[in-house]
Each structure stands twice: as C-alpha cells, then as structure tokens.
C-alpha cells in the first residue's frame, strides 16, 4: 500500500495535505509574486509569505474549507512549508539581482512553477542549470562568482580519504554532480601529464602484456575514457597482439572482427602492412558489370572466405 501511494504521488495524481499551488494564487488569482514573496525585491532571499499576508485573503473564506485547506495547515505549531531548496551559507546568491537588476522572470529558474499544485523537485536550481545559463549570457563561470570557500586551488570536499585511487570510476560514471565534473578545474592535459607518471592502479605489467585485451573486449568505452583508438593502433602497429600467432582465426579468417567492430576499409593494414593476399585479390569474371550486388549471390549458398567488412567488393576484386 505504501509503495503504491508513493508511486502514485510521483505521478503527481494526487497532492500531500497543505500543498500549495501556485496556479490558484498565480495564474487564477493573478497575485503577483510580490504579493506574497515581498522581500525579493529589496532582499538577496525572496522571503516566505507572513501569516498577515494571507490574512488578507483567506480571513473571509477559509471557514468554508476543509482542515487541510486552512491557514492552519501551513501555520502551526511547526510551520509546514519551507523554501524548494536551502542554499548553503558558502554559496553567494542574490535574488533582487537576478529577479530586480537582470530582470529574470521566477519561472526561468523555477521551471513550471506558476501551473504548480505542489512545490517539487523539479523546480530547484542546481549548479549545471546556472552555469549553463551564464555561459548564454555571456557571464564568468569562474567558482568565486558564486561560491565564497571554493576556488580552483582548494581541493573540494569529495577530494580527500581514496579519492586518488576511486576517482576514475566518478569520471566514468557520468552522473553530472558538480563534484565529478573534472573539466570544471582539470583539462585533459593535466589528466594525461599526471597518469604519464603515475598510471591507474590496476595498468600493471601484466595488464599491459595480457590483461589490458580482454577488458577491452567486455568493456571498450571504459578505455575511452582516457585512450583514443589512434593510442592503440600506434602502440599495435609495432607490437602484435599475443594472441596473433600462426593459423589465428583460420579457417574463414574472421579472426579481425573479434576485436576491429566494424571494419573500416583501411584498419587492417594498420598492423598487415605486408598480408600478400590483400593484393591477390581474385579477378571479376569479364561477365561482371559494375552495377551488380555481388552479396545477392556471393555469402548465401557457401560462405566467403574472408570477413565481409562492408566494402564495395570491387575495390579489391578487378
């Protein structure tokens, strides 16, 4: 029962008691955000609404309403509303500057709320919303702009304990927190010039001579993260691969789409520079024209006898 009510409110089809909507007051009433929110205007924090304030609407009208609707709820022994979100003492934000001096309407920051029913998450503001928005206005995106104790040359709170040996799997993750966004300090320089000295933890030399082919194989984006493909094919053009010894991937020759998905038409000769059957390629009968799907017949009765790479046959085949 529990799990369906919070499904449910999830869904927003129905409201928590003393919810307050917006829509009533803003768009049906047409109260002005002023009306309620008095001290945006002279004030770095909006202000929430003073049980005067209502007073002057709600005295005449909340005999008729049921317990939750009254004032009431909202105005007890514990008030029962609070700001979308607490900002922390260390963060600098202004209100009147953003709402009075830059003339930013609330619903640019706090997306839907005047057809709201409820205070959400989706109505907080957080740090990728402003920094995206800065970055459109033309404005620093520099950390004093808007924090006073965090700066480029302070390490952040997450940065301490194991972080030098768990930060690679926070790059690898993606979740979008500020904390795990390297690039908001770091460049991919600086990431290379550190790992030259000292490598992941798990790159040993068994990782480099064996380990390190099959961790592509499960997971090749992970080496992305830090490699491209040209990183491999320069290292490969000069080492083989171990596994690549005599009659590898014999008898159909499938053996390059183990690892090479999908071929391009020039990655073999990357490491077969020398592959004599590469330039044997068999003689089209004089019958063949141009305009002919050759994979209409050639790889559905028997198969080919090298890995079709998606090329136009004729390439190689005169």
């Known amino acids: 029962m529990g799990s369906g009510c919070l499904l449910l409110s999830k869904l927003g089809l129905f409201e928590k008691p003393g919810a307050f909507s917006h ?40 005999e008729k309403k049921p317990p939750d609707r009254k004032l009431s709820a909202f105005y007890g022994e514990t008030h029962q509303w609070a700001p979308p979100q607490i900002l922390k003492e260390e963060i600098n934000f202004s209100h009147k500057l953003h709402v009075v001096d830059k003339g930013i309407g609330c619903s640019s920051c706090h997306k839907g709320i005047e057809e709201s029913h409820s205070i959400s998450d989706k109505m907080r503001v957080f740090k990728a919303d402003c920094m995206e928005c800065h970055a459109q206005a033309g404005k620093s995106n520099n950390c004093e702009v808007c924090h006073k104790e965090v700066r480029q040359d302070r390490k952040p709170e997450s940065h301490t304990g194991l972080w030098d040996q ?92 183990t690892c090479h998905t999908p071929l391009s038409s020039g990655e073999c000769f990357v490491c077969h520079k020398g592959t004599p059957s590469h330039a044997l390629a068999t003689p089209q009968p004089s019958w063949h024209a141009p305009a002919m799907n050759c994979r209409q017949c050639h790889g559905v009765e028997q198969p080919l006898p090298h890995v079709d790479n998606g090329d136009n046959c004729s390439t190689c085949h005169q």
């Open 23 to 62: 829509r009533v007051h803003g768009t049906e009433q047409e109260l002005e955000c002023q009306s309620c929110h008095a001290a945006y205007e002279e004030s770095d924090k909006a202000g929430m609404p003073k049980l005067r304030q209502c007073l002057l609407c709600h005295e005449g009208i909340d």
């Open 166 to 257: 768990m930060h690679g799997q926070a790059v690898k993750a993606h979740t979008g927190k500020s904390e795990d966004r390297c690039s908001l300090c770091h460049t991919d320089a600086s990431c290379a010039a550190c790992h030259q000295d000292e490598p992941p933890r798990n790159h040993t030399n068994f990782w480099r001579q064996r380990g390190h082919g099959i961790a592509v194989s499960i997971d090749r984006s992970g080496c992305a993260t830090c490699h491209r493909e040209d990183f491999c094919d320069r290292c490969h053009g000069e080492v083989a691969p171990r596994s690549h010894r005599g009659s590898w991937g014999s008898p159909r020759e499938n053996h390059c789409i």
